[in-house]
């Protein structure tokens, strides 16, 4: 079996062929993985066969693996799915039942319906996104990306100048806060307070420059929040006009990979009373934005 590349959109996204993911994975397959998600940002594979466990062990051949957030900052609830690295997607509750329709798991898994990028609330923010399809409803829940090199290298030279060296505040209650969920104990939110991150940043895969922004940028240090908020809101509509964007329609045994570094993505509405169980698992950048190449 020898691996294929096949580029599924004019700017990112591209399906690969010919590797099984949940046997031992070569070097060369790996490197070839590797160099497509460099290049394209969003990689699709389909009909494979993984458990928690091989989907974990691949990941680990791209970097360092996060625990999921949901886990740190919840150690009291019982959580469906067992280990630290796995990322629950479902709107399933621990007893694998469809979630209640104000479960507090669910209202803060809404928040994937907010274009964001996974992580960038983390000082060392995430890096690769590894979603695997298990059940997908009938209809609707798809994923949708947008593809940010693409969308800053659109962007007027005078807004790319304005942006030079500006750093956003990155916060998970950000997010919340804008679908009215902000019941969270102190104890929460000091888990996870906010974190400084670049706007524009060069994305190490590529050398390309990218914006780096979405749901979880709450504002502008040094402006007022006003104008910082409605500058990230403007280049957010910018960069998801259709022409920077991928819907993916999920099949069961689909895995896909975003480079949260160069990427947007967020979920599409589906009828929550049928079951979605999608699991993700992340690996860490190297450092904050801050700390890289500008
Ligand atoms: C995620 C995510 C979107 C979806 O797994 O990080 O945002 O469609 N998922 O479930
Ligand atoms: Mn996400």
């Not at 979630?99 to 609330?121: C, P, V």
């Not at 990155?170 to 888990?191: D, F, N, P, T």
Request: with cysteine; hydrophobic share 40%.
């Amino acid at each position: 079996m020898s691996i294929t590349v096949t580029p599924t959109h004019p700017e990112f996204v591209a399906e690969i062929g010919g590797v099984d993911l949940g046997a031992p994975l070569k070097p060369a397959d790996r490197d070839a993985i590797e160099a497509a998600i460099n290049r394209y940002a969003v990689v699709i594979f389909h009909g494979q066969k993984l458990d928690d466990e091989r989907q974990v062990a691949f990941a680990r051949h791209f970097g360092p693996v996060e625990a999921s957030a949901a886990k740190l900052r919840q150690r009291d609830i019982k959580h469906r799915l067992l280990a630290d690295e796995i990322a629950d997607i479902s709107n399933l509750d621990s007893d694998g039942k469809v979630l209640e329709a104000d479960a507090r798991r669910r209202l803060d898994w809404l928040g994937n319906r907010l274009w964001h990028t996974d992580a960038s609330f983390r000082r060392v923010p995430g890096a690769l996104s590894m979603l695997y399809a298990h059940v997908i409803p009938d209809e609707g829940g798809d994923t949708e990306f947008a593809d940010m090199r693409a969308a800053y290298d659109a962007l007027p030279d005078r807004t790319k100048q304005e942006l030079e060296g500006l750093v956003a505040e990155h916060s998970i209650w950000r997010s919340r806060e804008q679908l009215g969920v902000v019941k969270y104990s102190a104890e929460e939110l000091a888990s996870l307070p906010p974190v400084p991150q670049r706007v524009v940043r060069t994305h190490p895969g590529s050398h390309r420059r990218t914006l780096y922004i979405a749901s979880h940028a709450s504002h502008i240090l040094g402006r007022p929040v006003a104008d910082g908020r409605l500058l990230l809101m403007d280049l957010i509509e910018h960069a998801t006009q259709p022409r920077f964007t991928y819907a993916h329609a999920w099949k069961q045994g689909d895995l896909v990979i975003w480079d949260n570094r160069c990427t947007m993505h967020r979920a599409r509405p589906f009828d929550t009373t049928k079951v979605r169980d999608l699991r993700r698992v992340t690996t860490r950048d190297v450092a904050s934005t801050l700390e890289q190449a500008a």
